[in-house]
Structure formats: structure tokens, C-alpha cells
């Protein structure tokens, strides 16, 4: 289900378009359940895109210092 190379801002608007459906009360007990689903993967991706780049951060600034 997750789009391919979403970006984190993308992924990040996702979220918070899905919680302001929660929070209005526009989903039923069946879209809740999806949408709940597609929120974790959404925040699988940004917790690995930003691992990703602090690690790229720390790998910069360690070729900075040598």
C-alpha cells in the first residue's frame, strides 16, 4: 500500500490529513481500521528516512573532521 519513494513531507501531510479525519469523526469503524493501518506504515517510512539521514548527517560531518 505504501507509494513508492513518498518523501518525508508527504508522508508527514498524510498523517496529519488522516488524524484530522479521526479527530472530526468522518471515519467508520471500517475506514478507522485501514486508516490506522496506513498511518503506521506512514510513520515506518519517516522513522527510516530519519535514521537515514542522521546517519548521512553523522557520516558528513566525520569526513569534515578528518
Do not use: Q
Not at 519513494?5 to 488524524?19: H, S
Amino acid at each position: 500500500m505504501a507509494k513508492k519513494n513518498i518523501t518525508y513531507k508527504e508522508a508527514i501531510t498524510e498523517i496529519e490529513e488522516i488524524i484530522e479525519k479521526i479527530d472530526n469523526r468522518e471515519l467508520d469503524v471500517d475506514e478507522l481500521s485501514k486508516n490506522v493501518n496506513r498511518v503506521s506504515e506512514l510513520l515506518k517510512i519517516c522513522k527510516t528516512k530519519l535514521h537515514k539521514t542522521e546517519e548521512d548527517v553523522k557520516s558528513i560531518l566525520n569526513d569534515i573532521d578528518e
